[in-house]
């Protein structure tokens, strides 16, 4: 039976690119991304120098492979480096964020890269797996093809050829041969004309080589026909060997009385050529189906299951005893017996090649689901006429379940990239908002008469509230960051509860005041102690507040409380604003989501307040909860937390004003932003200090060793020399080891404290620089050179 195979052919989503193309690519990603970070630098500055990084690397693994998004990884990482982090176009990087950003950068590039890579080695092992069952069938279908043009030129062969015939008389002499006897036994008429048949004729087993008794004999005694038993070999007068098979039948007169004896003979060689072809066909097929490296079964068209491989055995749990027909298998796979098996094994014969019978879900003896691509193929009939099939499955449970987790994560990312996107607009949003009225200010000041000091302390107060609003949201974003990277340090202490509700309060209440709400506060008669740390709980009331006047109309009622409830305190911040839809609820405190996104109800924001809110309560031991009654009906904050001790001491509230620090010290401001040097050189100036100022690390050095101050002013990252080296060099001069050494950097973590005092500094000081605490610390310096 011929056969057509039909072809398959697995394609992914993408056609893989030259190897020059890949790596082009990735490096041009890498450049788009690197230009695109450069861009967002006047919103991003230092912070996030790995943000568009991310993509360039995906894609490019996604797009090349891992020799593409290494090629892309380590490229991206070298940009940021040159490109973006100060000091620029140089590899003298000090800042632990861009570390820490390196850190996670090459961990999720890495992930990207394994997980495309892994999706590709997935891919290229489907295909090589198809590939090697579409040889493995026309290699079957070639022997088979092969097998019957064989049998088909045997079968001319013997056709074309007449029976060995030796006749003998009645004492068993030859008295006449044919060709082919000639042949056959190698004796020639004339010779064997009258010799024994014993002679000419000699037979032996092909086993124990005993001699067979010649069934002439018993032709001619006992006048019937004879045949020989099997495995009879005919040894040739040369002594050649070959299996025969024969039979003799008396001669008789036309009386009927036996007068001799024919013998009819054929050499069977090939028959026995053929036989141990078969058998070894046979073996070698079972051999193939055992070895394939899929589950494959050969069933016949009776349904019956003849053979299974041990790959189907140990994935499915049953044995070829378990499931002898198809139908049981189908029911025990399925639950229910298959009832159009029988017509699909019919239409496999009708179309006389392989079809494909889709995607099974099956079920094991374990109970186990598998999803498995099943085909099948006729491979031809057995004697009987019986019509046999070779089913294979491809296993393809894990494939599904990596599309369904590409999905999902496909779906995450999406998510993910909108809610990026939503945060760079508004973070771009609110940092304009301060921006516009200190810009306005300046401009007010330049413009402004030597007559119209209260225009220009009107202008002072506004651009102060609003550097203040700059400040606060740069101030979220680092602390946000710090819980997640697990690095923020509480320091806690036992505090009154009340102390830290008027803390937030007094930060609160000039938004309350210019919203025109009615703040209603009720504490308890006796004050609640408790292990907390003042300035990031404080933080939190204050950010619950500052939500509640936020989203609250005009004129609106804002109730904080204050009560004990078993062994925790309960402080309930309550509004009467915009509220809380249902389906918002329990993603309220994930991060950079906002209530109402609708620019009449904006009131600003990033939305991480509640974050870092919700953050800073757990780490407290607390936990903090949101409740509304939907749109329109206000909403309500609960944050519980464990009570320490109920005190006894009464409580206070509110703070002493204290007095403007003075100081007349030599300060050395050394900064590469001349503005910001100049602009606290002046301030320091009108405090009474003598300033001068310098503008890289190498002049800070060079200046103060003729200016000799008694303090100087470091910034860090600075061309030429960064302050750490500039204060090591300082330090070693003999003028230098009194000098008291301030830095003056975007960096506060505690790594970066270290580091500072490390290279020699006394003080750090985190930008920008709050005046009062920068005036407190150069009078305690002042009172103690007096």
């Known amino acids: ?31 788009v991304a690197v230009v695109a970070r450069i861009l967002l630098d006047p919103l991003l500055a230092d912070h996030l120098p790995f943000t568009t990084l991310f993509l360039a690397v995906g894609f490019a693994a996604w797009y090349g492979g891992r020799g593409p998004g290494l090629l892309a990884l380590v490229t991206g990482a070298v940009a940021v480096g040159f490109f973006i982090m100060q000091p620029r176009y140089s590899f003298d990087i000090f800042q632990p964020e861009y570390e820490v950003g390196l850190v996670l950068y090459l961990a999720v590039g890495l992930t990207f890269i394994a997980m495309f890579e892994s999706l590709r080695k997935a891919q290229r092992q489907a295909e090589e797996r198809q590939r090697q069952l579409e040889h493995e069938v026309a290699a079957r279908r070639l022997t088979e093809q092969a097998f019957a043009e064989q049998a088909e030129r045997l079968r001319t062969t013997l056709a074309s050829i007449g029976d060995a015939v030796i006749t003998t008389d009645m004492a068993s002499c030859i008295t006449n041969m044919n060709a082919v006897a000639e042949s056959l036994t190698r004796w020639t008429t004339a010779e064997a004309m009258g010799q024994p048949l014993d002679a000419v004729f000699r037979i032996v087993n092909e086993t124990t080589r005993k001699t067979v008794e010649n069934p002439v004999f018993r032709a001619l005694k006992e006048g019937v026909i004879v045949g020989l038993a099997n495995h009879t070999v005919l040894i040739a007068k040369d002594d050649t060997e070959r299996p025969i098979d024969d039979s003799a039948a008396p001669i008789r007169c036309k009386e009927g009385e036996v007068v001799g004896c024919v013998l009819v003979f054929r050499d069977i060689t090939e028959r026995h050529r053929q036989e141990a072809e078969l058998r070894d066909r046979e073996r070698r097929f079972h051999q193939t189906v055992m070895n394939v490296s899929v589950p494959t079964l050969l069933h016949a068209d009776d349904d019956t299951i003849l053979l299974v491989n041990q790959v189907w055995t140990d994935i499915t749990g049953y044995s070829i005893e378990d499931i002898p027909t198809m139908g049981d298998w189908t029911e025990k796979a399925y639950g229910e017996r298959n009832t159009t098996a029988k017509k699909y094994i019919d ?10 019978n889709g995607e099974w879900i099956v079920t094991t003896a374990t109970g186990e689901k598998r999803v498995w691509d099943f085909s099948s193929t006729p491979v031809g009939r057995e ?4 019509r046999l099939i070779v089913s294979t499955a491809i296993d393809i449970t894990e494939r599904k379940l990596v599309e369904e987790q590409l999905r999902k994560l496909a779906a995450d990312l999406s998510e993910a990239d909108r809610r990026k996107d939503e945060f760079l607009a508004t973070l771009a949003h609110e940092l304009r908002n301060p921006l516009a009225p200190i810009r306005n200010g ?25 550097l203040t609003q700059l400040v606060r949201l740069v101030d979220d974003l680092m602390d946000i960051s710090r819980i997640t990277k697990g690095m923020i340090e509480l320091r806690k202490e036992r505090v009154q509860l009340t102390a830290v509700v008027n803390s937030a309060i007094e930060s609160s209440r000039p938004l309350i005041e210019k919203m025109g709400h009615e703040l209603t506060v009720t504490l308890p008669k006796q004050p609640m102690i408790v292990e907390a740390d003042l300035t990031r709980l404080a933080q939190v009331f204050s950010n619950l507040l500052n939500n509640a006047a936020k989203y609250s109309d005009p004129g609106g009622c804002i109730t904080l409380a204050v009560e004990r409830q078993g062994s925790d305190v309960v402080v309930s911040v309550k509004d009467t604003g915009i509220g809380i839809a249902a389906d918002q609820l329990p993603r309220i405190f994930d991060m950079f989501t906002q209530v109402d996104h609708s620019l009449e109800k904006s009131q600003g924001g990033l939305g991480i307040g509640l974050t870092l809110a919700k953050r800073l309560v757990e780490l407290h031991g607390g936990r903090v909860q949101a409740k509304s009654d939907g749109p329109g009906n206000g909403s309500e904050f609960i944050v519980r937390l464990p009570v320490v001790v109920e005190a006894s001491i009464p409580q206070e509230s509110g703070g002493k004003e204290e007095k403007l620090a003075k100081s007349s010290l030599r300060i050395l401001i050394v900064d590469d932003n001349r503005d910001g040097a100049d602009s606290l050189g002046m301030m320091l100036r009108i405090m009474g200090n003598d300033i001068r100022t310098a503008y890289d690390g190498q002049e800070g050095v060079d200046v103060a060793g003729e200016f000799r101050p008694e303090v100087v002013l470091f910034d860090i990252g600075m061309p030429k020399l960064n302050g750490y080296e500039a204060c090591r060099r300082i330090r070693k001069q003999p003028w230098g080891k009194g000098i008291v050494l301030i830095a003056v950097t975007g960096w506060g973590q505690d790594d970066d404290r270290l580091r500072s005092h490390e290279a020699g500094f006394d003080h750090h000081m985190v930008k920008p620089v709050d005046p009062q605490a920068l005036m407190k610390l150069l009078a305690e310096l002042q009172v103690a050179k007096d």
């Open 1 to 31: 039976m011929d056969t057509q195979a039909t072809k398959h052919e697995i394609k992914g989503p993408e056609a893989t690119p030259s190897a020059a193309a890949a790596y082009g690519v990735s490096l041009a990603a890498v450049a």
């Open 347 to 356: 239409s496999l014969f009708e179309a006389d090649t392989r079809l494909d």
């Open 383 to 386: 004697p009987s006429g019986r």
């Open 442 to 466: 300046l401009q007010l000041i330049k413009l402004a008469g030597s007559g119209q000091a209260a225009t220009i302390e009107q202008a002072r107060s506004m651009m102060e509230r609003q």
